[in-house]
């Protein structure tokens, strides 16, 4: 047995115990061939073991590795885990050393990498998160963002330690709207302040008597078309594409992503989804699929899209039996990359370019720009970007200054 397999004590009977060994060893070589360090494998590796000894004390069914035992294990067991040698006890680790494993097992894995709070907030929140999907029926978007908010809150609220609902009093409320209000757009806001009080009702639901506390998440007041969306000048966006580094997989791959974003406004989710099925090569299109809230959408590839796309492909992308276009260049190698890996991708450009921007959404906001200064009709512009309501697009009108003083009358009085 390798260095960095754990050894399995003796508390399993030993006719289970040969099946979770070879188990284990199997998941220490699909983890080496996925690039992970000695330290990592080890860790890991721990980790699995611990799950599997738990898996195998509580009685489940062989090999019973799916997401909703994975999730048991981490949000039921661990909070109140008293295994002799368990090894590490570090949340995050934990999750995802078990992700590694559904993912070798051919199995869907927990939701995508977000910060965790204490296992007692991670408990709550899940249980949240139940109820939004079951008892709402929200999409896995929204949940995203309820989800995000009722965390953040706890930890404003208990920190690392376990939650006591007791503390939630309006002021507390008042306060943490407030503090979030300061960094976030108005529509933010109003998404906050509607996570917080369905968080409530939940809460309500649950026994905790939140009435009173409803009506003290405060309102937001948003108007339609108020703000005008950033985009980047053509200057800025020259510095944005030298800031790549073309020579290496990684940035290659970097540049590909960006260069879906600038030209064709695709979203996070839609590059991190792109699969090779998608592109069409002969025609120069790409077809990107619907879904429940998006209608399928048709673009053209524009030559640079497309060079960049190949180049990653041909010189940049590991070789792996996948048809996600993108994928990790570090461990786990090959492993699809997320909206996260485009997020963090364009971060890391803005701050080499010496730009001040973060987010992606700029992107978005340049090509609907370049587009409506352009003389493209609005229908057009809200099919390229996916917009469902035109109305949506109607924003772009407003940063349209060059051609409003082209129709703009000469001041009485004055010499043209
Ligand atoms: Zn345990």
């Known amino acids: 047995m390798s260095k960095h397999v754990p050894s399995w ?104 990498s977000i910060p965790l709070a204490s296992p007692s907030i991670e408990t709550t929140v899940t249980r949240f998160d139940s109820y939004l999907e079951q008892v709402c029926g929200l999409t896995a978007a929204t949940r995203w963002y309820h989800r995000r908010y009722a965390r953040a809150f706890l930890l404003e609220l208990c920190g690392g330690t376990p939650v006591d609902l007791s503390r939630i009093t309006a002021d507390a409320l008042l306060q943490f709207v407030n503090d979030q209000a300061r960094r976030l757009l108005p529509a933010s806001v109003g998404v906050l302040a509607y996570s917080l009080r369905t968080f409530l009702r939940f809460l309500q639901l649950q026994g905790h008597d939140s009435t009173n506390l409803i009506p003290a998440v405060p309102r937001s007041a948003t108007w339609s078309l108020a703000s005008l969306p950033p985009s980047l000048s053509a200057a800025e966006l020259k510095r944005f594409w030298h800031a790549f580094d073309r020579h290496t997989p990684a940035g290659r791959r970097d540049y590909a992503m960006a260069r879906c974003l600038a030209d064709l406004g695709l979203r996070c989710q839609e590059i991190a989804n792109l699969s090779l099925d998608d592109i069409d090569w002969r025609s ?50 090959g492993q699809a990359a997320t909206n996260t890996t485009v997020r963090g991708a364009i971060r890391r450009a803005f701050v080499r370019a010496g730009l001040p921007w973060s987010g992606t959404h700029i992107l978005r906001h340049t090509v609907a ?44 009085g004055r010499q043209p």
């Open 9 to 112: 004590d003796s508390v399993n009977t030993p006719s289970n115990v040969d099946e979770q060994v070879a188990l284990v060893q199997e998941f220490h070589s699909y983890l080496v061939r996925r690039g992970y360090a000695d330290r990592t494998l080890y860790l890991y590796c721990s980790v699995a073991t611990h799950f599997l000894r738990w898996q195998h004390e509580a009685g489940s069914a062989r090999h019973c590795i799916d997401a909703p035992s994975v999730s048991r294990f981490l949000f039921e067991h661990v909070p109140a885990c008293c295994c002799p040698h368990s090894g590490s006890m570090d949340f995050k680790s934990m999750r995802a050393a078990l992700n590694q494993l559904l993912l070798m097992r051919g199995e869907n894995r927990l939701r995508p």
């Open 284 to 333: 120069a299109t790409i077809c990107l699929p619907g879904n429940k809230s998006r209608r399928e959408r048709q673009l053209p590839l524009p030559q640079l899209t497309g060079g960049a796309l190949a180049d990653y492909l041909r010189h940049g992308r590991p070789v792996i039996p996948t048809r996600t276009v993108f994928v990790l260049h570090r461990a786990p190698v």
């Open 369 to 412: 720009a370049r587009m409506v200064q352009g003389g493209v009709p609005l229908k057009e512009v809200a099919d390229v970007l996916g917009h469902r309501n035109i109305d949506t697009t109607l924003i772009y009108t407003k940063v349209n200054l060059p051609h409003l003083a082209h129709v703009a009358l000469p001041w009485p």
